[in-house]
T-cell receptor, first 113, second 111 residues
Framework: EAQVTQNPRYLITVTGKKLTVTCSQN?????MSWYRQDPGLGLRQIYY???????DKGDVPEGYKVSRKEKRNFPLILESPSPNQTSLYFC????????????FGPGTRLTVT | SQQGEEDPQALSIQEGENATMNCSYK?????LQWYRQNSGRGLVHLIL?????REKHSGRLRVTLDTSKKSSSLLITASRAADTASYFC???????????FGTGTRLTVIP
């Protein structure tokens, strides 16, 4: 089944403790991205990747890192999480460019205390 | 720099009625996309309309795009309780590589 998977789905952590949210897609998509969703603010793009080893900042990249060493994986790294990073995070992929429909993962609900 | 803004923020209708949601954006775009999200879950792509298209249909969905007014509308005909969800428009600026989402319209269809 074609899909985007994220792990973990739920995470509660403490301020400053490094964490990684994994994202994987099995559709051989070139374009992948991370979004965060907050009430009243909609979805905002954090980082995106046009292809392996090519990443770029989205709208709200501060406090996040990403890497794209393999085509299928695009992990999101929070080196020192803070409470304002408490949010619902979505990974998405599309065939080649952002101009194609995005396939979204199920989401990761992160709480930083 | 959020591109899309949906209107209304919330909409409640009876089953069988039509639902119309509007989206306005700020700059020239490559395409505009509509997504649906059931509570707390991942977004699902509904329809994409390119900047040189004016109208597109998919089942009970009809999307229009007016680039002169920088606006789009999503019409859901003969609504069903299962259509209850949040609907988002998303735009790709001309020449850009990222997607900007609006804040969404929360649709409730009452059985």
């Amino acid at each position: 089944e074609a899909q985007v998977t994220q792990n973990p789905r739920y995470l509660i952590t403490v301020t400053g403790k490094k964490l990684t949210v994994t994202c994987s897609q099995n559709m051989n998509h070139e374009y992948m991205s991370w979004y965060r969703q907050d009430p009243g603010l909609g979805l905002r793009q954090i980082y995106y990747s046009m292809n392996v080893e090519v990443t770029d900042k989205g709208d709200v990249p501060e406090g996040y890192k990403v890497s794209r060493k393999e085509k299928r994986n695009f992990p999101l790294i929070l080196e020192s999480p803070s409470p304002n990073q408490t949010s619902l995070y979505f990974c998405a992929s599309s065939p080649s460019q952002v101009s194609y429909e995005q396939y979204f993962g199920p989401g990761t609900r992160l709480t930083v205390t | 720099s959020q591109q899309g803004e949906e209107d209304p923020q919330a909409l409640s209708i009876q089953e069988g009625e039509n639902a119309t949601m509007n989206c306005s954006y700020k700059t020239s775009i490559n395409n505009l996309q509509w997504y649906r999200q059931n509570s707390g879950r991942g977004l699902v792509h509904l329809i994409l309309i390119r900047s040189n298209e004016r109208e597109k249909h998919s089942g009970r969905l009809r999307v229009t795009l007016d680039t002169s007014k920088k606006s789009s509308s999503l019409l859901i005909t003969a609504s069903r309780a299962a259509d209850t969800a949040s609907y988002f428009c998303a735009t790709v600026e001309t020449g850009a590589n990222n997607l900007f989402f609006g804040t969404g319209t929360r649709l409730t269809v009452i059985p």
